[in-house]
Structure formats: C-alpha cells, structure tokens
C-alpha cells in the first residue's frame, strides 16, 4: 500500500472554519491509524463516496464518507469483499488524496440535526 502523504495537522478544524472536525476526529482516533496514514476515497457503483483504503488482497476497509463527517469518530470502519466495485475517486491536482469537500466543514449542510 501508498501511503497518501496527507498532513493531518493541516487540515485540524483550528486552522479555519472551513475543515470538518468530525474527518479530524475520525482520522486522529488510535484505532485509525491506517486509515489516517493510507486512506483514500473511493466511490462504488451506485456513486456513494466511502473512505478507507484496500489490503493486498483487495478488500477494502472503511467507511461511508458522508457518515464520517456527520458522526466522526463514532462511526465504525468495515471491511468489503472486492466484488463491491470500489474505484479510486480521480485526484485533481494530486496535492491532497482527500477531496476538498471530504475537508469542508459539513455542519450547516447536510449534518445539521
């Protein structure tokens, strides 16, 4: 596996209203720690956005991307049987393998209760 070079300091909620502390949390939990350091996001057939990273074997590990940032570090992580068609969501300038809006805040969107 890659790692995605993503700088998780950099996108912490304190440097500006703009990144979502519920991807922050998610992503610095212990138990996340492949995630944080190998994930990446992908999208499945139906075009959900789901955020993990896949073994040798080609199973994936993760979660819905939604769910991440509407509940953080309470969702649970699972794994998916490589029939599920996941592919890896084209990256714009490389820079980042989370999308711009996976860093966005989310909380007076879709997540607001």
């Known amino acids: 596996m890659q790692t995605n070079n993503l700088d998780i300091k950099a996108i912490s909620p304190k440097n500006g209203d703009k990144y979502s502390p519920n991807l922050y949390k998610f992503l610095t939990s212990s138990r996340r720690e492949i995630t944080a350091m190998y994930g990446q996001v992908y999208r499945d057939k139906q075009?959900?956005?789901?955020?993990?990273?896949?073994?040798?074997?080609?199973?994936?590990?993760?979660?819905?991307?939604i769910a991440v940032l509407c509940q953080g570090r309470r969702v649970g992580t699972f794994a998916h049987p490589p029939l599920m068609g996941m592919a890896l969501r084209s990256r714009g300038s490389g820079r980042d393998t989370l999308p711009r809006a996976a860093v966005r805040s989310t909380r007076h969107t879709i997540c607001t209760s």
């Open 47 to 65: 075009g959900i956005l789901w955020l993990g990273h896949r073994d040798e074997d080609g199973w994936f590990m993760g979660a819905r991307l």
